[in-house]
């Protein structure tokens, strides 16, 4: 099992900045399996989609929304990621929520973070 935690939430007026942290905790053997951790954000009445993600391997991928705007980054020491949010925009307003996940051969499993609310005034 792997438990996440975001924090870092919050309001802010558009064109600001907010920082997200993801911290994971778990057995050793429950980290080490993680394949990718990302973000992913859920609007009310809209599907939830990824922001963006890193893998293990280090590679990220960002929405073409975010792009340019927000920064994933990790420290592996603490077994954390973030979310750096620049030039924050109205539409960005959502829940946030951290992934991770795992490969048990075909199957994908994701582990979830609880959500922090992400809202900016225009």
């Known amino acids: 099992q792997v438990q996440l935690v975001e924090s870092g939430g919050g309001l802010v007026q558009a064109g600001g900045s907010l920082r997200l942290s993801c911290a994971a905790s778990g057995s050793i053997d429950s980290i080490v399996s993680i394949s990718a951790m990302g973000w992913y954000r859920q609007a009310p009445g809209k599907q939830r989609e990824q922001v963006a993600s890193i893998t293990r391997g280090g590679v990220t991928n960002d929405a073409d929304s975010v792009k340019g705007r927000f920064t994933i980054s990790r420290d592996s020491a603490k077994n954390t990621v973030y979310l750096q949010m620049n030039s924050l925009k109205p539409e960005d307003t959502a829940i946030y929520y951290c992934?991770?996940?795992?490969?048990?051969?075909?199957?994908?499993?994701?582990?979830w973070g609880q959500g922090t609310q992400v809202t900016v005034s225009s």
């Open positions: 992934n991770a996940n795992t490969w048990v051969g075909l199957r994908r499993i994701d582990y």
